[in-house]
């Protein structure tokens, strides 16, 4: 077992989460959201914002990570595409944490041309310092330094997904 200190307290995220919701609630009044979430990560953060959310909501999965660094754009590799069509809907990309950003401006990109009606993201982290392109975030738990963190969702070797709180491995 890693050494792992806390970052965000699952008492800090679970608050976030509810005024994240709130706010969505309130942009959205009147609509429907699509929620796509980016497999694996996002499901953890995925589940408790929805819980909270009082619009009618349907939920799709994407699979796709990018390989490339902060020096090359990269490639978008999709291993689960949506099941079904987005044409009209207004969407929301819900996403664990964004670094660099090349995975979310690609597939935004890639999504745009479905032609929703509205496609916004939305995520648990970000790492500001670290982006190399571009992507306009919508929605926005928490900024955090340049440290790679486990747990909500968020692993190190598929491990950790599961921690209730934010952590940081300390070996
Ligand atoms: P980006 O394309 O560089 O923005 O990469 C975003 C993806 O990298 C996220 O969806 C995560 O899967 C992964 N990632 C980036 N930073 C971390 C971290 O600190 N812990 C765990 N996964 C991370
Ligand atoms: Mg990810």
């Known amino acids: 077992m890693d050494n792992i200190s806390?970052?965000?307290?699952?008492?800090?995220?679970?608050k976030r989460i509810k005024e994240l919701a709130d706010?969505?609630?309130?942009?959205?009044e009147g609509k429907e959201i699509r929620i796509i979430g980016i497999l694996k990560g996002s499901?953890?953060?995925?589940?408790?914002?929805?819980?909270?959310?009082t619009v009618p909501v349907t939920f799709d999965y994407i699979d796709v990570s990018?390989?490339?660094?902060?020096?090359?754009?990269?490639?978008?590799?999709?291993?689960k595409?949506?099941?079904?069509?987005?044409?009209?809907?207004?969407?929301?990309?819900?996403e664990d944490i964004i670094d660099t950003g090349n995975t979310l401006s690609m597939l935004k990109n890639e999504l745009s041309k479905m032609k929703p009606a509205s496609l916004e993201i939305c995520t648990l982290l970000d790492k500001p310092s670290r982006r190399a392109v571009?992507?306009?975030?919508?929605?926005?738990?928490?900024e955090i330094e340049d440290k790679?963190?486990?747990?909500c969702g968020m692993d190190y070797a598929?491990?950790?997904?599961?921690?209730?709180?934010?952590?940081?491995?300390?070996?």
């Open 43 to 53: 499901v953890y953060f995925m589940t408790e914002l929805t819980k909270h959310i």
């Open 148 to 151: 790679f963190v486990v747990g």
């Open 134 to 142: 571009l992507v306009d975030v919508k929605y926005k738990g928490f």
């Open 158 to 171: 598929q491990k950790y997904r599961n921690l209730t709180y934010v952590g940081v491995i300390e070996n």
């Open 6 to 14: 806390v970052l965000i307290s699952e008492e800090d995220i679970n």
């Open 66 to 79: 990018s390989y490339g660094n902060q020096m090359s754009a990269g490639k978008l590799v999709v291993k």
């Open 81 to 94: 595409k949506l099941d079904e069509e987005i044409k009209g809907l207004d969407c929301i990309i819900i």
């Open 23 to 28: 706010e969505i609630n309130r942009d959205y």
